[in-house]
């Protein structure tokens, strides 16, 4: 039998409604949505976004699948030797199968390892990617920031695997995307503050989703526990129309 086909659909950064047509279109089409959850106990965010938009198809499977959030290969490794048993099973029957990401499928998402080994593990398996908004471009919506502008160049870091390197990269680039923010918050706000740019720095968690919150004044948050969905975004270029970090002020979703 021909192997069937892998969907990497990207669901978005939060809102529903920022779901594409075509990711809709895949997940009331495929005979198994893959839903990939750090834990049994915790609801998939990605399944949390587009559960509305998946009609009732009793012949479609939901195959829930735990990863836990780990770099930890004695952790990972078990996870991912049941993910391709249970999707090999059903690739290998012919089947179609979505695969769900926060965001886009491409940008620093799980998916990434699948799509890696899929080729080798199932050759001849068809892969398709169904690319979405991101939180690379949610968060600047929300805070009405310019990404890039004219010769502007922009970099992105998952700041929690290092920082060594962000000094020369704020010296280096116009707009700085700082991912994976939660556990080094105080270190980044202390070089932003050395390299003068906690005024140009703005905080963005659960862009777009439920709890969205906005906060301009990093030094409020400097020894919370933040949000895993958050960024923290640095627009070196003084630009008019975007929620300038003035005070203290925490903006909250739907609050202009
Ligand atoms: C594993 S990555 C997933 C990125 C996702 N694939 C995308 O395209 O945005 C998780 C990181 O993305 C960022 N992130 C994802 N969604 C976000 C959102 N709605 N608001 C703010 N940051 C978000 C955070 O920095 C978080 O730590």
Redesign the pocket.
């Known amino acids: 039998m021909k192997n069937g086909k892998i969907y990497g659909v ?1 669901v978005g ?2 809102d529903p409604e920022l779901m594409t047509l075509r990711a809709v279109d895949v997940l009331n089409q495929v005979d198994v949505i893959v839903i990939p959850q750090s834990s049994k106990y915790i609801k998939s965010v990605a399944w949390r976004i587009a559960e509305s938009h998946v009609g009732d198809h009793p012949e479609q499977e939901k195959l829930f699948l735990t990863f836990p959030m780990s770099k930890d290969p004695e952790k990972t490794g078990p996870a991912w030797e049941t993910a391709f048993r249970e999707i090999g099973e059903r690739v290998q029957n012919g089947k179609s199968l979505a695969f769900i ?5 491409l ?4 998916f990434i390892y699948l799509l890696n080994q899929a080729e080798k593990k199932w050759p001849g398996c068809e892969v398709e990617i169904i690319p ?1 908004v ?3 471009t ?2 600047p919506a929300v805070i009405r920031t310019p990404i890039a502008d004219g010769l502007e160049r922009i970099a992105v870091l998952p700041a929690s695997y290092g920082l060594e390197d962000l000094r020369t990269i704020l010296d280096l680039f116009d707009t700085v995307f ?5 556990p080094v918050m105080a270190e980044i706000i202390d070089i932003l503050t050395e390299k003068g740019l906690l005024n140009r720095s703005v905080y ?6 439920d709890g ?1 919150s906005i906060v301009t004044d990093l030094n409020l948050i400097k020894n919370d526990k933040c949000d ?4 923290i975004m640095v627009s070196k270029k003084e630009r008019s129309g975007k929620i300038v970090p003035d005070h203290h002020k925490l903006i909250f979703a739907g609050e202009k």
């Open positions: 990207g950064p939060g990401s926060e965001g886009d499928p940008f620093y998402s799980t979405a991101s939180s690379l949610a968060v700082l991912m994976k923010v939660t963005v968690s659960r862009a777009t989703m969205q895993y969905f958050s960024m």
